[in-house]
């Protein structure tokens, strides 16, 4: 069965610096990945999947999340975080077999984008 | 064109009483899925239906919730005799096709169960 790990609850930085947040996954096959972001009092939003191809893949608002095989890791990152950027952030995987798999969700990161 | 749309928005119910929680997803959507959130915290996965191969239950927390979604379209979730544990945000969300595509998410039912 797959799953995804969120290792961290929250994340702290000042805006205007670098910011990651970290995601890692297990699954049968290769993994369809994704990030959504969940705003105050709004509904989910996709970011960002990587499906196959460039590991680097670029999303919306500026982020950009990193696929790596080996580390079977698929890290969200900004090169320059906005105190708009705060939010809940949720990484999600399905497995291989994707006319079946269904899509799992990490517990969430909270990121808290400090003026 | 219009999104997932949930109702009712917010449900107050007394513990012991049966809901039901209605999703219309985007049309042409086949996939169409079920998470709950408690306060603050991750999604649980609860249901999905793809097509019309049969649901992955394995999600459901309880026998007391089901759900069924009728002519490939929309969705209802029951929950029978409801516990404050079940007291949480419902989503649903869909997609065009399996596998690849994102999930397009509604606003969310709030159950409060009393």
């Known amino acids: 069965a797959q799953s995804v790990a969120q290792p961290e609850d929250q994340v702290n930085v000042a805006e205007g610096n670098p910011l990651t947040v970290k995601c890692t996954y297990s699954?049968?096959?290769?993994?369809?990945l994704f990030w959504y972001v969940q705003y105050p009092n709004r509904g989910l939003q996709f970011l960002l999947k990587y499906i196959t191809g460039d590991n680097l893949v670029k999303g919306s608002y500026g982020f950009e999340a990193e696929f790596n095989k080996s580390q079977t890791s698929f890290h969200l990152k900004k090169p320059s975080a906005l105190v708009s950027d705060s939010a809940l952030y949720f990484c999600a995987v399905r497995g291989g077999s994707y006319n079946t798999d269904k899509l799992i969700f990490g517990t969430g990161t909270r990121l808290q984008v400090f003026p | 064109g219009a999104g997932v749309s949930q109702s009712p928005s917010n449900k107050v119910t007394e513990k012991g009483k049966d809901v039901e929680l209605r999703c219309d997803p985007i049309?042409?959507?086949?996939?169409l899925y079920w998470y709950r959130q408690s306060l603050g915290q991750g999604l649980e996965f609860l249901i999905y239906f793809q097509g019309n191969s049969a649901p992955d239950k394995s999600g459901l927390p309880s026998d007391r919730f089901s759900a069924e979604r009728t002519g490939g379209s929309v969705s209802t979730l029951t929950i029978q005799r409801t516990q404050q544990e079940d007291s949480a945000v419902y989503l649903c969300?869909?997609?065009?096709?399996?596998?690849?595509?994102?999930?397009?998410f509604g606003n969310g039912t709030r159950l409060t169960v009393t």
């Open positions: 049309s042409g959507h086949t996939a």
């Open positions: 969300a869909s997609s065009f096709r399996q596998g690849m595509e994102p999930l397009h």
């Open positions: 699954v049968s096959g290769n993994p369809y």
